[in-house]
């Protein structure tokens, strides 16, 4: 492409942002408008480039979202070669994916990485797949094959105002194609080293705008990574690790104007998993899910109602002074309902409630059960000011009460009637201004307040274990504690660069986090004989500066490029000592540099791609036995690279085999405190029917 045509192309994108956000409005609000989820596929043929709902809970361009985001394609997913989400994620720049096992990661954005993160809010087309036992997200039991995923959203900074509590760092929105306008009909096979097995396989039946169902299932066997390297304390390491699940999602229109989906999911896995108290173990996992949606274009707006049941239960074996074995059932349900209307032709409203019921059970860990209920209310309101300015506003208040339905364990030091009594309310918001004075310039000003809640574990845990010599051991929840809340505060600009068909995007942000939350089993007690006694608190707050600086570009040969360099700097002020005492050293926790690039090419029927990431070094954690006894012992990782690659050939318009590398640069890499992750290579064949 000549840089006239090249200039005539901007010229033309220009003259159509001026009419997006009128359109994208009557295509979500308008009485005219058909009830349905968004239509990505033609409004990104339409404007040629992503569409996302994931800053405003409305429909917009990516390029016009108020918020730091970045979309990983459907084509981006199949290039990257990758067997899971973690995978395609680990060359986001912004994102840092921290791997502790063959199917065992943690995924963390804007500081403050630990185990079992609980600061980033993952979804599924809408439904929270945040297990809420521990808080965190379990991403080897997601139930979604990656031929199925249309695009993954990630969103950098709090999000609390639309998606509700834990999205106090950031957003990774799943969306899968869409029954009634997609068909997807994709067989996958693969063989590679380490054991390594996968297969997948998602169909589409639809009757053309009427009704539509996919169904996707998929499973991965590998073998786990040498534990030799790992304490001696991590007796029952797990040497197989695998996951199965599948997924079945309907959408059927039963009048032009409404819309029903119903999806069910279910998903197993088993593999050694680091742990909250930071030691690999043998883990279990079991979700389940059932989802069923309403939407109607009335006269007032489009109006939706979503609920959704998501069933978790996760077995593990810790090797503490021999095998325990312990497992714990979650239950969470959730109704939501909103509605998207409009006031004349420049602002865009958005009303909503949402209900949460979510219960713990467990014998050994919570003494019977512990749950809360989250009662919220959220407004949006997206201003179009001028066709080159738009101001977006968004707000939530959550209420949520706790209860117990079990009495509390001698020693605990809180009563039912604490438990009874207590109930916090965390209010939260994102405002952005986004100004694209050039089809080639947008620049953006955003401030946004996030809100992490306590965990069943941080709020409900109630354990009492004999120590010997008439002292007992109690670890507790604790029902006062406060939300952890996060505000953010950003410039981003981001520029078309014409001369090499290129984007250049920027990022710069300050944030402050207040009353970081932390469980009782990885704290030091207080002794009161004959109890020892450890509790659930908020032990400290912390800031973080960053910047990302990304560059991605590609020509109309085939060629396509991408570099990035992330600095995420974490300044924590804890109340408590970090190693030996606790696991926490927040201010060498995570990378402060990382640098992404990719280079790839197609041509004739041949693709290739290489990717690749160098992050500076860190210290990791994990729990070993000292002098004085069981401790947590920092590990220095030293700075490392990444490198995958893959190379794929068209066999038929229908039969792509392909070869794929992870971890090229070294037999055994240390990536963290869990074992060296192993070189990998894997082949695959994909039909498409």
């Known amino acids: 492409m000549t840089l006239k045509e090249w200039t005539i192309k901007q010229r033309t994108l220009k003259q159509r942002l001026g009419l997006v956000s009128g359109i994208v409005f009557s295509m979500a609000a308008a009485h005219q408008a058909r ?24 429909p917009q361009l990516a390029s016009q979202a108020p918020a730091d985001m970045q979309i990983i394609t459907a084509d981006d997913i199949r290039r990257s070669g990758a067997i899971d989400i973690p ?19 943690e995924v963390s954005i804007g500081g403050f990485a630990q185990v079992y993160n ?59 194609y869409d029954p009634l306008t997609d068909k997807t009909d994709t067989l996958k096979i693969g063989i590679g080293s380490d054991g390594t097995y996968v297969g997948s396989l998602v169909a589409t039946a639809q009757k053309a705008g ?5 169904v996707q299932l998929g499973g991965i066997e590998t073998n786990e990574y040498s534990s030799d390297s790992l304490p001696t304390l991590n007796a029952p390491y797990q040497t197989h690790a695998d996951e199965e699940n599948y997924a079945i999602d309907g959408r059927a229109k039963p009048s032009e ?33 059932f989802k069923g949606g309403f939407s109607a274009d009335t006269a007032w707006g489009l109006f939706n109602v979503l609920g959704y049941i998501n069933k978790d239960q996760g077995t593990s074996s810790l090797p503490l002074g021999g095998t325990v074995d312990q497992s714990s059932w979650n239950q969470v349900g959730v109704v939501q309902a909103n509605d998207l209307f409009k006031i ?13 019921t979510n219960r713990e059970w467990d014998p050994s860990d919570f003494n019977g059960s512990s749950d809360y209920q989250d009662y919220a209310v959220s407004a949006m309101w997206n201003w179009q000011i001028t066709p080159t300015l738009a101001l977006t506003n968004a707000g939530r208040i959550d ?15 809180y009563t039912q009637a604490d438990y009874a009594h207590a109930q916090l309310t965390a209010p939260s918001f994102n405002t952005g201004l986004v100004w694209q004075p050039t089809g080639n310039d947008t620049f953006r000003a955003l401030v946004g307040r996030g809100v992490q809640a306590p965990s069943q574990d941080e709020l409900g845990l109630d354990v009492a274990n004999p120590l010997g010599g008439g002292i007992t051991q109690i670890t507790a929840g604790n029902p006062y504690l406060k939300p952890s809340v996060t505000m953010n505060y950003e410039i981003d600009y981001d520029r078309v660069l014409a001369p090499i068909e290129s984007t250049l995007s920027t990022a710069f942000y300050y944030s402050t986090v207040q009353d970081l939350l932390t469980a009782s089993s990885v704290l030091p007690g207080n002794f009161t004989y004959p109890y020892y006694v450890q509790e659930a608190q908020n032990f400290g707050n912390g800031q973080v500066y960053g910047t990302k600086l990304v560059i991605k570009g590609s020509d109309p040969s085939g060629v396509r490029w991408n570099l990035g360099y992330t600095l995420t700097a974490v300044r924590a002020h804890m109340d408590i000592a970090g190693p030996p005492a606790t696991p926490y050293d927040f201010n060498n926790a995570t990378p402060v540099s990382a640098i992404v690039f990719g280079l790839g090419d197609s041509w004739n029927k041949f693709e290739a791609d290489l990717q690749g990431k160098w992050q500076s070094r860190y210290t990791d954690v994990i729990l070993g036995v000292g002098a004085a006894g069981v401790v947590y012992e920092p590990k220095a990782i030293s700075n490392f690279v990444t490198l995958d690659a893959r190379i794929a050939y068209n066999v038929t318009p229908h039969l792509v085999v392909a070869v794929t590398g992870d971890e090229l640069q070294s037999n055994q890499t240390i990536v963290s405190a869990g074992p060296e992750v192993d070189r990998r290579v894997l082949f695959t064949g994909t039909y498409n029917f």
């Not at 119903?262 to 996992?285: A, G, K, N, R």
């Not at 706790?402 to 020693?411: L, Y």
């Open 35 to 58: 009830a349905q989820n968004v239509d990505y596929g033609s409004l990104e043929q339409m404007f040629g480039q992503p569409v996302t709902t994931s800053a405003t809970g409305s």
């Open 118 to 176: 609980p600061r980033l809010l993952v979804l599924i087309n809408g439904r929270q797949v945040y297990n809420d036992s521990y808080g965190f997200t379990v991403w080897n039991s997601l139930p979604v094959q990656l031929s199925d995923i249309r695009q993954i959203e990630v969103v950098q900074g709090p999000a609390s105002a639309l998606f509700g509590f834990n999205a106090a760092s950031g957003v990774i929105n799943i969306i899968t």
């Open 210 to 214: 009427k009704a539509g169902v996919t």
């Open 87 to 105: 995978g395609v994620l680990q060359f986001v720049s912004g994102v840092d994916v921290r791997t502790y096992g063959a199917l065992d990661a």
């Open 399 to 413: 209420r949520l009460v706790v209860h117990r339905t079990s009495p509390v364990v001698a020693g605990t030091p």
């Open 344 to 356: 004349g032709t420049t602002n865009a409203f958005r009303i909503g409630v949402e209900y949460r």
């Open 257 to 289: 104007h409404t819309e029903v989906t119903l999806e069910v999911t279910h998903s197993d896995s088993s593999e050694s998993s680091q742990s909250i108290i930071y030691i690999p173990t043998p883990y279990q996992f079991r979700t389940q899910s």
